[in-house]
T-cell receptor
Framework: AQTVTQSQPEMSVQEAETVTLSCTYD???????LFWYKQPPSRQMILVIR??????QNATENRFSVNFQKAAKSFSLKISDSQLGDAAMYFC??????????FGKGTRLSVIA | EADIYQTPRYLVIGTGKKITLECSQT?????MYWYQQDPGMELHLIHY???????EKGDLSSESTVSRIRTEHFPLTLESARPSHTSQYLC??????????FGPGTRLTVT
């Protein structure tokens, strides 16, 4: 079975500070993708960052970066220089092979001005 | 921005009514998905399709049905709406093993 676990239901961060959201997963597939999605309040779900499992280098997109530890099956998201617009639900997701995404339960991030 | 559309965006309907939630994408993606999500909560996969005339049930037991007659269109139908169907319904599409693109969602309230 494929599972994704986000152990932090809620997190908060001061504006301009750095925050890390945790995600662990389990899969028996050797070929898979990992994603972080952002869902702002009452707005569309959008992709934040993706990581191919076969790539050892951690993905980076501007202020967003991941720490991908394949052996530990860990995929955390770091947000640097947090902004008010970063406030949202963040979902970690696993795509094992040719099957649908498996989502974690989400982490609600609040940004404090 | 991804070209995936859902209509209606909001729907309030009485118990027992038949409803169809529309989802269309203009990206030519073979794969399409329907998720149910209570506000601020986790997503539950209810149906998916990997191509025309192909549909599968997801992890969450659902009283809804879907059809895939055209690549770009993946409607979700509830034959008899109940208050327990009150939720947000998200449609998504993808190509290959890469990311899923999400529509804006339909917020359904059954009274």
């Amino acid at each position: 079975a494929q599972t994704v676990t986000q152990s932090q239901p809620e997190m908060s961060v001061q504006e301009a500070e750095t925050v890390t959201l945790s995600c662990t997963y389990d899969t028996s597939e050797s070929d898979y993708y990992l994603f972080w999605y952002k869902q702002p309040p009452s707005r569309q779900m959008i992709l934040v960052i993706r990581q191919e499992a076969y790539k050892q280098q951690n993905a980076t997109e501007n202020r967003f970066s991941v720490n991908f530890q394949k052996a530990a099956k860990s995929f955390s998201l770091k947000i640097s220089d947090s902004q008010l617009g970063d406030a949202a639900m963040y979902f970690c997701a696993l795509k094992p092979g040719n099957t649908p995404l498996v989502f974690g339960k989400g982490t609600r991030l609040s940004v404090i001005a | 921005e991804a070209d995936i559309y859902q209509t209606p965006r909001y729907l309030v309907i009485g118990t027992g009514k038949k409803i169809t939630l529309e989802c269309s994408q203009t990206m030519g993606h073979d794969k399409m998905y329907w998720y149910q999500q209570d506000p601020g909560m986790e997503l539950h996969l209810i149906h998916y399709s990997y191509g025309v005339n192909s549909t599968e049930k997801g992890d969450l037991s659902s009283e809804s049905t879907v059809s895939r007659i055209r690549t770009e269109h993946f409607p979700l139908t509830l034959e008899s709406a109940r208050p327990s169907h009150t939720s947000q319904y998200l449609c998504a599409s993808s190509e290959g093993p890469d990311e899923q693109y999400f529509g804006p969602g339909t917020r359904l309230t059954v009274t």
